[in-house]
């Protein structure tokens, strides 16, 4: 290598370097978010021209070359800025509120936005800017927050914004800086406006809270008492469901413990039955065996006897009757024979009687024998009657049990002659007895009297018949006449005619007077007699 | 500047009424940014989210929109 050669290839090297380096100086190169202020030679001579007017150039995105000493450049940041703008003011309802806001603002891209902020903030601080931001904003938050009211700075954020633009826009744009973003981030009023705004709200919505937690409480609270009063319920019927299960449980204990001695009662209990029932035959055997051994027996007896005691009687019946039969068939025979005896006399008197009656009619001398013979015949008669009664009696005493009335009449009869004197005696001590009714009253009178005596009569002779002809029959006569019965039975009749013929005096008839004078021998004659 | 928006389309960020500046996002500069809106019918009022067309240019980060519910611009 030569040293001629070495110095020119030195030189050009050289020359290369510096031009290199003189271009590194001079080329400078604008980044995205800045802008490079040229200012000097030729500075308004730029392609793009922007900035002619003020003699200056503005580059944006791209390099440039300047001329180091004759070219000025700066760069003028176009980044946004961040500011906080806290602004005391007054609402339009005089309220006093702090609004609290942050506006993000950057300088315009345009290059009269940029030529705008470089002829104002070039080279100055960041600060200075945003103090200038600040003072402009804040005094047109203030206008503007006197034209709304807090409510609507509250809900209208549009509005406030709209405000914002309206009055700010052409300051910021003098200034060359465009507003990307302005928020208020609070309003607070220190007169506690905001809250007392919110009080109503609040406490209607307290108020529903509390209703709603009262509602909810008192709902809990049922359902919590309808849970309680289930569970209690259910505890219950589970306890129900125990006590009954233990009184089963129980019930069956007690059942098995008297198992036992049931079944022992039971099988005593059929013992006994079985023995109850051994005795109560035994008891019947007995009985069939007293049946056979002593009853019967006793009944044959019995029967045996009252066979025996009727056979008697039977026999003793029979005799009476057979004696009683027999007394009657004598005592039939008797009245039977003495009925046609003392029929046949009567008829055989009767015939003589009238046979003497005609006799002594036509002959009155005959009268006296007739008579005495009549007497004699009473006496005889009287006689056979004596005895007769005598006997009569005695059959009266048999018979008295059967024919008591006929004694009773009997008994009238021999008394009736003093009877009808009796009764005839109120006309004994008449001295003068006139009678208006002429003769038949008399007789009328008269034949009263007698017709009561007759009656009595009629009632002894009924009672006497018989006993004079059981009398008669007793004693055997049979010359009684039938007229000397027919004297005796109307004799107690005489007295009382006699009577009456008295009571007559001077009119006294023939017969009566006949017979006067023998009637009362006749009658004291047969009074002893009889008695 | 003002002319390299105009013809776009944008879609509204803040209502647009009469009066008022709304706000519109128009896709400029392989990004998109905000500008202030004034309706082309100065009556007219443009809700939200309604897809507008940049009619022209008031100067600054103003533009002045139509709504254009029934354009569909290629992009």
Known sequence: MTPEILIPITAVVVVVVLFLVVFRLSWRVAEPDEALIISGLRASGRPDGSGESMGFGIVTGRGTLILPGVTKVRTLSLEAHESEIIVPCVSQQKIRVDLRGIVVYKIGDDYRSIANAARRFLDRPAAELETKVQNVLVGHLR??????????????????????????????????????????????????????????????????????????????????QTAAAQIA?????????????????????????????????????????????????????????????????????????????????DVRIRQAEAEAQEVRLHAEAAAAQTRVQAEAQAAAVRVQAEAQADATR?????????????????????????????????????????NQEAVIAQQIAQNLPEIVRAAASPFEHIGNFTVLDGAAGVTGAMAEIIQQAGTLAGMARKAFVPA????????????????????????????????????????????????DGKEPAKVTRERPATR | MSLEIVGKLGRVTADIT??????????????????????????????????????????????????????????
């Open chain 1, 143 to 224: 206008a503007i927050a006197g034209s709304i009211t807090v409510e609507e700075m509250i809900s209208d954020q549009d509005k406030f914004t709209q405000q914002v633009r309206d009055r700010c826009t052409q300051e910021m744009e003098s200034f060359g800086l465009v507003i990307d973003s302005f928020q208020i981030q609070s309003i607070t009023s220190p007169s506690a406006y905001i809250e007392n705004l919110a009080v109503p709200h609040q406490a209607q919505v307290e108020q529903n809270a509390r209703i709603a937690r009262a509602n909810a409480d008192r709902e809990a609270v049922a359902q919590e």
């Open chain 1, 233 to 313: 319920e259910s505890m219950r019927n589970t306890e129900i469901k125990k006590a009954g299960f233990q009184a089963d449980i129980d019930r069956a204990t007690k059942e098995s413990e008297q198992q036992g001695p049931l079944a022992e009662a039971t099988s005593r209990q059929a013992v006994v039955e079985q023995e109850t029932h051994v005795a109560e035959l035994q008891a019947q055997q007995k009985e069939q065996q007293l049946q056979v051994d002593v009853r019967k027996p006793a009944d044959a007896e019995a029967y045996r006897q009252i066979t025996l005691a009727a056979a008697a009687r």
């Open chain 1, 362 to 402: 036509m002959n009155g001398r005959a009268e006296g024998d007739a008579i005495r013979a009549r007497g004699l015949a009473d006496g005889d008669a009287i006689k056979a009657q004596a005895v007769a009664e005598a006997a009569g009696i005695e059959l009266r005493a048999a018979a008295l049990n059967t």
């Open chain 1, 468 to 515: 004079m002809l059981g009398s008669g029959n007793g004693s055997g006569h049979a010359d009684v006449k039938p007229a000397d019965l027919d004297e005796a039975a109307e004799a107690p009749l005489k007295p009382v005619a006699r009577a009456a013929a008295d009571t007559k005096s001077g009119n006294g008839a023939e017969p009566a007077k006949a017979t």
């Open chain 2, 18 to 75: 009469p009066g008022h500046l709304g706000e519109v996002l128009i896709e400029v500069r392989q990004g998109t940014e905000r500008f202030l809106a004034r309706a082309a019918d100065r009556e007219a009022t443009i809700s939200k989210h309604t897809q507008v067309l940049v009619v022209g240019s008031l100067g600054g980060r103003t533009v002045e929109v139509s709504p254009t519910d029934s354009m569909r611009l290629p992009r």
